[in-house]
């Protein structure tokens, strides 16, 4: 007879967990259990089930227990919901939540999988009816039903992260005006501020009206039935719905009572293998924390994709072939009104908040594809890399097209410890539609290199210091709008006006982009001006400057 | 005085260097002759411009020449063709195509960019009215001219590669008819057959006549105007027009004529620094050859993007400032009708020609992302590994979204020496517009990693050997068709009937695409049978099947 291996929760990383181990275990007898209605289904698809973008309920199940039964001869109980562990005596306390009794179920092996709940601050109204989570099946046809229901006209969504802005979409997509509430300045809280203001700009041109830089204090009753959102500033934001997306808290409370030991993040603490401090209990998800592979620091992140991976290696372990979880690099994108917003590993505020000085960042602005073929889009992008190593530490991305693809080069790029000379040498896929002959990665990494070699020294914006500012664009573009203080001789006449320039204070060189700056710059160098590129160009600065960044 | 550096060809490789050099050298002279009446200009462009779908011949202009010059204070010599090189007395003989008149140039840094020609056999016809190359704007010009003039009806492309399947769309988006004829057995012969099956059916669609695995004999007058493309074969293919597009050779006779070695391919031969046998003379580009960085071979890889790689290296090292070219992977990528075709590092039949035996292949099917959101679309995927270390040596990749991204990805894993375990746990992008939480670049790395580590083996349709075929899909989908000789084991009934099957022999399974095969594999191994999974399922069979690979 093979091991009793329990599962609590079927969602990603048990339902991962609970198929890896059959395939590895015959013997093995497995039984999943989620207090909920459905295990495995598609968390991350909940917001266009909302939307109407996924119109039929059933697509959102990835796989049935009739799947499991059949395919992987796999127990799962819905519905049911794990009180207890007994360590000792290695058995948990299951309550049928249908028959509402309790039995006690023995296993060798324990995983836990319980996920991440919502967070729901105690405040005042908060049970108000029309303020909704969106985290299972039932919450999203909760929310769809209130909006057949009632038709609602605005919305407020609380928390302008991944799931906030996908709810944003897809209330708008229904009709609804849509007001996001954030309490951070910006939305999308993983990005650095300037990268984020390019996604509100795009919010704010598809009519979401963004609150930001205040919190949520209270909700009341509004008159003719609908809601008030009360911020700490005391704005009161009118709301026939409202959405909380403020981010999930581990769900703990099992592995607390159970004597196991968290993590400095509150998240259940695992090993290399995802065991936790008891031999016999694995944890995997949103629960556990888990090791960033840049800053070494302990995270919880709640992803899918990590979630999967943890419930393969957790079965792996538990058949005796344990291998160590790399950790995680946050690779994330979402999609909101045809824009792309992607990002992985660090960013510039999450290394100085984890103490590391020793990077640099590039911005560019390139097309999306080779701009001699019709429709070529701009991306926005950000690159971060350790100086003066040039390791690559992360990337962030905004654009129309081919935004996630360039980051997915980035996010295996860093996993196998680029640098940015590898980005700058790398061969990526070339024809119009597609690419460039240099490509954006191509181009992140030679703006890098040419830093790093000392070719094109990065100013900032927001690190000026008394530099003078030079406006290399040509005088049209100056008179469209320049940065204060700024002196133009366009790159065209660079070589016959350079005398014109002062010696004795460093130049900070900008055009659109940075293209004719770094230009510019190297000849400035070459002529023995202290010269310096700014990173980004007058596109950067803008962005900059809009998020308080740009002190010109 | 700073150095006088002549740049032979100011296309991709030519036109980057003048640029790179600038940017690191000031005081330089640098002049750029091309016998052509445009430098840098979209090579790559030019079958969207005959098929109109670039409008604006300007725009196939990537820099002008005064925009070299007011820049760059780098002269453009067009319609100047370089004669011979006196490396003895450092001149090039120039001749003048306008005036009709030459002299002699000095040089201290001579570099080599003249590119490549179109092959035009000399068969019998082949300077009638009619048939094109398609190399340079002009080449372009006289298509679009032709097609004005002559309205024609039909076309025939010769040659099957990118800018033959290029060329046969843009010639169908003018509403001509196209016939392909190719040489091979198969389209784009970079690909592994099975997979250019996948595009042939795609061509196939959208009404293109494939003529394949039939040579160019000769050309002749047809009556009423038109041609004959006649085959080896002695078939007669009535075309209006024709393109050939049968492979550029490297134009090689200045660099051979002055004496300088060509390379085992037939390209100049280049040192890592892009630095041909004299040190005063470097060469780059399309007549150049380069090292395959996975097999080491000596390539002629006419693609832009290492063109200009090596032209910003040719740069840096008449600089000082040398670094290795790091070689080639050959990715590359062609749209058709929609479907995208991408491709990086080693095909299968390049390694069997390479006399490397030690690689396995894995084919798969995924969505390009998760099957819960609508319009999730397939990828046809094969992924090379080395044998046993599971070093990604090359992949191949259609379908008509996130294709290349993909390939991209999977580039820049082997430029950085990364095996299948490595793709198996990359964390790439996950939203369900754009991914799944296994990846297919995940997913590719999981099933190798599962064969390396005996988990499950694979088989393959080519590779039988009396093994007996066990098919696990539902009956209604056998019933639908199937591989003669198969048993019909559905997964669903599998635990219940497995002793039905025989022990005397190997078990080889399949489903549609791979998924339940696996599923059926491990449950197989566990009961004690030799049991081994058909990677790619019944799509892999069909297409193997179809270019005469699946023996069954």
Redesign the interface.
């Given at each position: 007879m093979g091991k009793r291996v329990l599962i609590v929760g079927g969602v990603?990383g048990g339902a991962s967990c609970a198929a890896r181990l059959?395939?590895?275990?015959?013997?093995a007898e497995i039984v999943v259990f989620d207090r909920g209605p459905y295990a495995s289904f598609?968390n991350?698809?909940l917001p266009?089930f909302v939307g109407d973008?996924?119109t039929d309920q059933k697509?959102?199940v990835?796989a049935s227990s009739e799947l499991f039964r059949?395919?992987?001869?796999i127990e799962i109980r819905t519905r049911h919901e794990v009180l207890a562990v007994d360590r000792v005596r290695r058995t948990i306390r299951v309550r049928d939540l249908e028959a509402g009794t309790d039995r006690d179920e023995a296993y060798d092996a324990l995983v836990l999988s319980p996920g991440a709940a919502p967070i729901r601050p105690p405040l005042p109204g908060i049970d108000l009816p029309g303020i909704f989570a969106v985290r299972t099946i039932p919450d999203s046809v909760r929310i769809r039903k209130w909006i057949e229901d009632r038709a609602p006209k605005q919305a407020v969504v609380v928390g302008g992260g991944?799931i906030g802005l996908?709810m944003a979409e897809n209330l708008a997509h229904r009709g609804i005006a849509v007001t996001v509430l954030e309490k951070l300045p910006q939305v999308m809280p993983p990005l650095d501020p300037e990268v984020g203001q390019v996604v509100a700009e795009h919010l704010r041109a598809h009519g979401v009206a963004l609150h930001l830089g205040d919190g949520l204090a209270s909700f009341a009753s509004a008159d003719g039935g609908g809601l008030a959102v009360v911020t700490e500033s005391g704005a009161r934001l009118p709301a026939d719905l409202v959405i909380l997306s403020i981010g999930v808290r581990p769900e703990t409370q099992l592995a607390h009572d159970a004597g196991l030991p968290l993590g400095q993040r509150g998240g259940i603490a695992v090993d290399a293998e995802m065991r936790t401090a008891d031999p016999h209990v694995w944890a995997v998800g949103d629960a556990v924390e888990v090791r960033d592979v840049l800053t070494g620091q302990e995270l919880i992140v709640p992803?899918?994709?990590?979630?999967?991976?943890q419930g393969r290696l957790a079965a792996e372990s538990i058949a005796g072939?344990g291998r160590p979880f790399?950790g995680?690099?946050?690779?994330?994108?979402?999609?909101v009104f045809g824009l792309?917003v992607?990002c992985?590993g660090a960013s510039e505020k999450g290394l100085r908040r984890a103490g590391v000085a020793a990077f640099e960042r590039v911005y560019l602005h390139p097309g999306q594809h080779?701009?001699?073929?019709?429709g070529a889009k701009p991306i926005q992008l950000k690159l971060i890399f350790g100086v003066p190593d040039g390791r690559v530490l992360g990337a962030q991305a905004v654009g129309l097209e081919g935004v996630?693809?360039r980051?997915?080069?980035i996010?295996?790029?860093i996993?196998?410890?680029?640098t940015v000379r590898?980005l700058a040498?790398?061969?990526?896929?070339?024809?119009?539609?597609?690419?460039a002959?240099?490509?954006p990665?191509?181009l992140a990494g030679m703006i890098a290199v040419n830093h790093l070699?000392g070719?094109m020294p990065l100013a900032y914006w927001d690190a000026l210091a008394g530099a003078q500012l030079l406006d290399v664009r040509e005088p049209d573009e100056f008179a469209a709008g320049h940065v204060a203080g700024a002196i133009n001789v366009p790159?065209?006449q660079l070589?016959a006006r350079f005398a014109e320039l002062p010696r004795d204070r460093r130049l900070a060189v900008y055009c659109a982009a940075g293209q004719?700056g770094?230009?510019a710059t190297?000849?400035l160098l070459?002529?023995g001006y202290d010269a310096a590129n700014l990173s980004g160009g007058y596109t950067t600065y803008r962005a900059l400057h809009e998020v308080g960044l740009a002190p010109v």
């Open positions: 990603a059959r395939r590895l275990d015959e013997s598609a991350c698809g266009y973008v996924i697509k959102l990835v059949d395919r992987f001869d991944f996908e992803l899918a994709g990590p979630a999967n991976r072939r790399r995680v690099q946050a690779t994330a994108v979402v999609g792309t992607a992985t080779a701009g001699y073929y019709p996630e693809k980051i997915d080069v996010a295996m790029a996993q196998m410890g680029a590898d040498e790398a061969e990526l896929c070339y024809a119009p539609q597609f690419g002959a240099k490509d990665v191509n070699d070719l790159l065209s070589r004719r770094y230009y190297r000849f070459q002529k």
